[in-house]
Protein backbone atom coordinates (compact mmCIF):
# COMPACT_ATOMS: atom_id res chain seq x y z
CA UNK A 1 0.00 0.00 0.00
CA UNK A 2 2.69 2.29 -0.66
CA UNK A 3 0.10 5.66 -1.51
CA UNK A 4 -0.99 4.92 1.99
CA UNK A 5 1.31 3.71 3.78
CA UNK A 6 0.41 2.26 7.33
CA UNK A 7 -3.00 3.18 6.81
CA UNK A 8 -3.25 1.15 3.65
CA UNK A 9 -1.66 -2.05 6.05
CA UNK A 10 -4.32 -1.78 8.37
CA UNK A 11 -6.68 -1.80 5.25
CA UNK A 12 -5.48 -4.83 4.00
CA UNK A 13 -5.73 -6.19 7.30
CA UNK A 14 -8.76 -5.36 7.96
CA UNK A 15 -10.00 -6.88 4.63
CA UNK A 16 -8.15 -10.22 5.50
CA UNK A 17 -10.48 -10.27 8.79
CA UNK A 18 -13.57 -9.96 6.74
CA UNK A 19 -12.76 -12.41 3.97
CA UNK A 20 -11.77 -14.92 6.47
CA UNK A 21 -8.39 -15.20 4.63
CA UNK A 22 -4.78 -14.76 5.51
CA UNK A 23 -2.85 -11.54 4.25
CA UNK A 24 0.35 -12.15 2.42
CA UNK A 25 2.01 -8.83 1.42
CA UNK A 26 5.46 -7.43 0.16
CA UNK A 27 7.98 -5.47 2.10
CA UNK A 28 10.57 -3.58 0.21
CA UNK A 29 12.68 -2.05 2.73
CA UNK A 30 14.62 -3.17 6.23
CA UNK A 31 13.37 -0.36 7.66
CA UNK A 32 9.77 -1.46 7.35
CA UNK A 33 9.85 -5.05 8.30
CA UNK A 34 8.89 -4.72 11.69
CA UNK A 35 6.19 -2.57 10.83
CA UNK A 36 4.56 -4.45 7.93
CA UNK A 37 4.89 -8.01 9.54
CA UNK A 38 2.57 -6.35 12.37
CA UNK A 39 -0.15 -6.53 9.70
CA UNK A 40 0.58 -9.32 7.50
CA UNK A 41 0.63 -13.19 8.28
CA UNK A 42 2.80 -13.80 5.40
CA UNK A 43 5.79 -11.60 4.11
CA UNK A 44 6.65 -11.06 0.70
CA UNK A 45 10.12 -10.58 -1.04
CA UNK A 46 9.36 -9.63 -4.60
CA UNK A 47 11.51 -10.78 -7.72
CA UNK A 48 13.67 -7.62 -7.92
CA UNK A 49 14.56 -8.28 -4.24
CA UNK A 50 15.67 -11.99 -4.72
CA UNK A 51 19.01 -11.16 -3.42
CA UNK A 52 18.55 -8.07 -0.74
CA UNK A 53 20.44 -10.09 1.64
CA UNK A 54 20.14 -7.53 4.62
CA UNK A 55 16.26 -7.85 3.69
CA UNK A 56 16.29 -11.47 3.66
CA UNK A 57 17.66 -11.41 7.03
CA UNK A 58 15.33 -8.79 8.59
CA UNK A 59 12.30 -10.56 6.98
CA UNK A 60 13.57 -13.91 7.78
CA UNK A 61 13.67 -12.83 12.12
CA UNK A 62 10.74 -11.22 11.62
CA UNK A 63 9.00 -14.37 12.81
CA UNK A 64 6.80 -14.46 9.85
CA UNK A 65 6.35 -17.06 7.32
CA UNK A 66 8.07 -15.97 3.98
CA UNK A 67 7.12 -16.16 -0.16
CA UNK A 68 10.10 -16.02 -2.09
CA UNK A 69 9.59 -15.18 -5.55
CA UNK A 70 11.84 -15.93 -8.39
CA UNK A 71 13.98 -13.18 -10.05
CA UNK A 72 13.66 -13.28 -13.81
CA UNK A 73 17.15 -13.59 -14.06
CA UNK A 74 18.11 -15.84 -11.41
CA UNK A 75 19.27 -19.44 -11.38
CA UNK A 76 17.62 -22.36 -10.16
CA UNK A 77 20.82 -22.11 -8.06
CA UNK A 78 20.38 -18.21 -7.12
CA UNK A 79 16.62 -18.76 -5.99
CA UNK A 80 17.81 -21.40 -3.71
CA UNK A 81 20.28 -19.63 -2.57
CA UNK A 82 18.08 -16.71 -1.55
CA UNK A 83 15.93 -19.91 -0.02
CA UNK A 84 18.71 -21.00 2.20
CA UNK A 85 19.58 -17.68 2.87
CA UNK A 86 16.45 -17.15 5.04
CA UNK A 87 16.18 -20.78 6.71
CA UNK A 88 20.12 -19.75 8.18
CA UNK A 89 18.93 -16.89 9.61
CA UNK A 90 16.18 -18.82 11.28
CA UNK A 91 13.12 -18.87 9.14
CA UNK A 92 12.18 -22.72 7.92
CA UNK A 93 8.65 -21.42 6.87
CA UNK A 94 9.60 -20.82 3.21
CA UNK A 95 7.38 -20.91 0.18
CA UNK A 96 9.07 -20.34 -3.60
CA UNK A 97 7.31 -18.38 -6.36
CA UNK A 98 8.19 -19.11 -9.95
CA UNK A 99 6.58 -15.88 -11.98
CA UNK A 100 8.74 -16.36 -14.76
CA UNK A 101 11.86 -15.58 -16.27
CA UNK A 102 13.47 -13.64 -19.27
CA UNK A 103 14.26 -14.96 -22.68
CA UNK A 104 15.59 -12.88 -25.95
CA UNK A 105 11.92 -12.91 -27.22
CA UNK A 106 10.10 -12.40 -24.16
CA UNK A 107 8.09 -8.74 -23.31
CA UNK A 108 7.00 -8.75 -27.40
CA UNK A 109 4.71 -10.33 -29.00
CA UNK A 110 3.70 -13.09 -26.70
CA UNK A 111 4.48 -12.64 -23.20
CA UNK A 112 6.27 -10.92 -20.21
CA UNK A 113 8.44 -13.70 -19.00
CA UNK A 114 8.42 -17.26 -19.71
CA UNK A 115 6.69 -19.46 -17.08
CA UNK A 116 9.52 -21.93 -16.19
CA UNK A 117 7.31 -24.92 -15.49
CA UNK A 118 10.45 -27.24 -15.52
CA UNK A 119 11.72 -25.09 -12.31
CA UNK A 120 9.06 -26.93 -10.12
CA UNK A 121 10.09 -30.07 -10.82
CA UNK A 122 13.67 -29.43 -9.86
CA UNK A 123 12.88 -27.30 -6.95
CA UNK A 124 10.44 -30.48 -5.72
CA UNK A 125 14.08 -32.77 -6.67
CA UNK A 126 16.88 -30.55 -4.39
CA UNK A 127 14.80 -29.49 -1.91
CA UNK A 128 11.43 -29.99 0.70
CA UNK A 129 10.19 -26.26 0.19
CA UNK A 130 6.61 -26.23 -1.39
CA UNK A 131 6.70 -23.79 -4.74
CA UNK A 132 4.05 -22.16 -6.39
CA UNK A 133 3.26 -20.55 -9.59
CA UNK A 134 2.39 -16.65 -10.41
CA UNK A 135 0.62 -16.80 -14.06
CA UNK A 136 -0.29 -13.53 -13.65
CA UNK A 137 3.11 -11.41 -13.31
CA UNK A 138 4.87 -13.63 -15.75
CA UNK A 139 2.63 -13.65 -18.68
CA UNK A 140 1.07 -10.34 -18.10
CA UNK A 141 -1.59 -11.40 -20.24
CA UNK A 142 -4.88 -12.63 -19.21
CA UNK A 143 -5.63 -14.48 -22.27
CA UNK A 144 -2.65 -16.93 -20.87
CA UNK A 145 -3.30 -17.02 -17.35
CA UNK A 146 -5.45 -19.88 -17.32
CA UNK A 147 -3.76 -21.97 -19.66
CA UNK A 148 -0.92 -21.45 -18.00
CA UNK A 149 -2.53 -22.04 -14.15
CA UNK A 150 -3.80 -25.24 -15.90
CA UNK A 151 -0.16 -26.81 -16.31
CA UNK A 152 0.93 -25.61 -12.81
CA UNK A 153 -1.38 -27.87 -11.30
CA UNK A 154 -0.44 -30.68 -13.77
CA UNK A 155 2.70 -30.02 -13.60
CA UNK A 156 2.79 -30.34 -9.37
CA UNK A 157 2.72 -26.93 -8.31
CA UNK A 158 1.65 -26.55 -4.94
CA UNK A 159 -0.01 -23.63 -5.40
CA UNK A 160 -1.31 -20.48 -7.69
CA UNK A 161 -0.64 -16.91 -7.56
CA UNK A 162 -3.75 -15.22 -9.58
CA UNK A 163 -4.78 -11.83 -9.87
CA UNK A 164 -8.46 -11.30 -9.38
CA UNK A 165 -10.80 -8.04 -9.50
CA UNK A 166 -14.52 -7.45 -9.74
CA UNK A 167 -13.60 -5.29 -12.79
CA UNK A 168 -10.05 -5.96 -14.33
CA UNK A 169 -10.28 -3.34 -16.89
CA UNK A 170 -10.70 -0.46 -14.18
CA UNK A 171 -7.82 -2.05 -12.02
CA UNK A 172 -5.66 0.39 -10.81
CA UNK A 173 -2.61 -1.99 -11.06
CA UNK A 174 -2.13 -4.36 -13.73
CA UNK A 175 -5.53 -4.42 -15.62
CA UNK A 176 -4.24 -6.44 -18.40
CA UNK A 177 -3.73 -9.63 -16.18
CA UNK A 178 -6.59 -9.45 -13.62
CA UNK A 179 -9.04 -12.22 -14.12
CA UNK A 180 -12.52 -11.06 -13.76
CA UNK A 181 -14.74 -13.13 -10.46
CA UNK A 182 -16.47 -15.44 -13.45
CA UNK A 183 -13.25 -15.80 -14.87
CA UNK A 184 -11.72 -17.42 -11.69
CA UNK A 185 -14.59 -19.38 -10.78
CA UNK A 186 -14.12 -20.55 -14.09
CA UNK A 187 -10.61 -21.34 -13.26
CA UNK A 188 -11.22 -22.94 -10.32
CA UNK A 189 -13.95 -25.44 -11.50
CA UNK A 190 -11.65 -26.66 -15.03
CA UNK A 191 -8.90 -27.47 -11.53
CA UNK A 192 -11.54 -29.44 -9.59
CA UNK A 193 -12.34 -31.39 -12.85
CA UNK A 194 -8.47 -31.79 -13.56
CA UNK A 195 -6.64 -32.82 -10.67
CA UNK A 196 -7.96 -36.27 -9.67
CA UNK A 197 -6.94 -37.09 -13.32
CA UNK A 198 -3.44 -36.17 -12.81
CA UNK A 199 -3.15 -37.69 -9.27
CA UNK A 200 -3.76 -34.42 -7.42
CA UNK A 201 -6.50 -32.70 -5.39
CA UNK A 202 -7.23 -29.06 -4.74
CA UNK A 203 -7.19 -27.82 -0.98
CA UNK A 204 -11.01 -28.01 0.69
CA UNK A 205 -10.53 -24.44 2.53
CA UNK A 206 -8.15 -21.79 1.96
CA UNK A 207 -5.14 -22.15 3.49
CA UNK A 208 -4.43 -19.83 6.67
CA UNK A 209 -6.28 -18.04 9.45
CA UNK A 210 -7.27 -14.84 10.21
CA UNK A 211 -5.81 -13.70 13.48
Same mark, same amino acid.
Given at each position: ??????????????????????????????????????????????? #?????? @???? $????? !???? %? *????????????????????????????????????????????????????????????????????????? #?????? @???? $????? !???? %? *???????????????????????????????????????????????????
Amino acid at each position: MRELGEEGLSYLREAGDRAGLAVVTEVLDVRLVERVARYADMLQIGA #RNMQNF @PLLE $AVAKA !GKPV %L *LKRHFGASLRDWLGAAEYLLYHGNPAVVLCERGIVAPHTHAPTSRFIVDLQAVVAVQEYTHLPVIVDPSHATF #RRRYVV @PVAR $AALAI !GADG %L *LLDVHPRPEEAAVDPLQALSYDAFEGLMKQLEAMAPVVGRRLAAEPVGQPR
